[in-house]
């Protein structure tokens, strides 16, 4: 399962050079799945510098790269903090978050993330998560279902969708991707069923990861990591998560606005650095994931 498996990394020279990486300095890759980003930083890094990669999927350890600069932890960086510290490291120069679900994971059939493949409704990033796609669909409530449908697949119609699944599941446990399409089949119009099945997906799949949440964490934890200079880069894939990103580095809050002094200064710990980048045209062509990926850098404020 090498990282040919994986996936072409998106805005890989971007996101990298996003980082201004010193030559002597100690990077996160939060998102290690293929390890294409990584390598890269490791291309540009020095003897003495050193990166540190995140990932709770098992299946990445496959990837990992043979380098003594180089240290993976088989956890989630929404621990980055914790981590760090038990290896002694208190700030680092740059982060690093790519936070699309990997080629890898669509394509493992077994791993119930794509909507292509018949199998178990399963959905979780770490296997030793309790928690499954079967779990909710089968075990939430009928109003639980509707919100996390609403707010994660922006679907309008959740309340019939969980209306519909909760009815059905009363005679029969809905255990497979394909008995869950059958269920939902008269939402599904043919001209769009590939797009509503894959915001229902989004929605299960963000809920049983906790995607949002590890996201604010991580997003939190930030600030105290990062050396003055240091750099954050995030690729994200979704507008859920690109609004807390984006939110996040303009007032370091995920709701409401940050207080003023009495001079009108706010306290943000991050400032932006450039523009919103997305991919040319040309990678769109070549990588059809990178066709939602946004790209936003920050560093400390000064």
Do not use: W
């Not at 995920?254 to 932006?272: R, Y």
């Amino acid at each position: 399962m090498k990282m040919s498996n994986y996936h072409n990394p998106v805005l890989l020279k971007e996101s990298i050079d996003a980082l201004a990486i010193k030559e002597d300095g100690i990077y996160v890759d939060v998102t290690f799945g293929g390890g294409g980003h990584s390598k890269e930083i490791l291309n540009r890094l020095g003897e003495k510098g050193k990166l540190f990669a995140f990932d709770q999927d098992p299946d990445a350890l496959a990837n990992v790269i043979d380098d003594e600069r180089f240290v993976l932890i088989p956890e989630n960086f929404r621990y980055i903090s914790r981590f760090l510290r038990f290896h002694r490291i208190k700030k680092v120069d740059g982060v690093l978050a790519d936070l699309g679900v990997s080629s890898h994971q669509f394509d493992q059939a077994e791993r119930g993330f794509s909507t292509r493949f018949e199998a178990d409704l399963d959905m979780r990033m770490n296997q030793k998560s309790k928690k499954s796609a079967q779990d909710v669909i089968n075990n939430y409530s009928e109003e639980k279902l509707a919100e996390l449908l609403f707010l994660y697949g922006e679907l309008r119609n959740s309340r019939k969708l969980a209306r519909t699944i909760v009815h059905e599941r009363a005679s029969k446990k809905i255990e497979t991707s394909f008995q869950l399409k059958e269920v939902l089949k008269a939402y599904l119009p043919n001209a769009k069923e590939h797009k509503i099945l894959a915001q229902i997906f989004q929605a299960i799949r963000i809920e049983v990861n906790e995607e949002l949440e590890v996201l604010k964490e991580f997003l939190e934890q930030i600030p105290n990591i990062l050396n003055e200079d240091g750099r954050l880069s995030v690729i994200s894939y979704h507008s859920l998560e690109d609004r807390l990103v984006k939110r996040f580095i303009r007032t370091g809050l995920f709701e409401g606005e940050p207080k003023k002094d009495v001079f009108g200064n706010s306290n943000e710990p991050l400032k932006k650095v450039g523009k919103l980048i997305i991919p040319t045209p040309q990678e769109i062509k070549i990588n059809n994931r990178a066709r939602s990926a946004k790209l936003r850098i920050a560093t400390l404020k000064g």
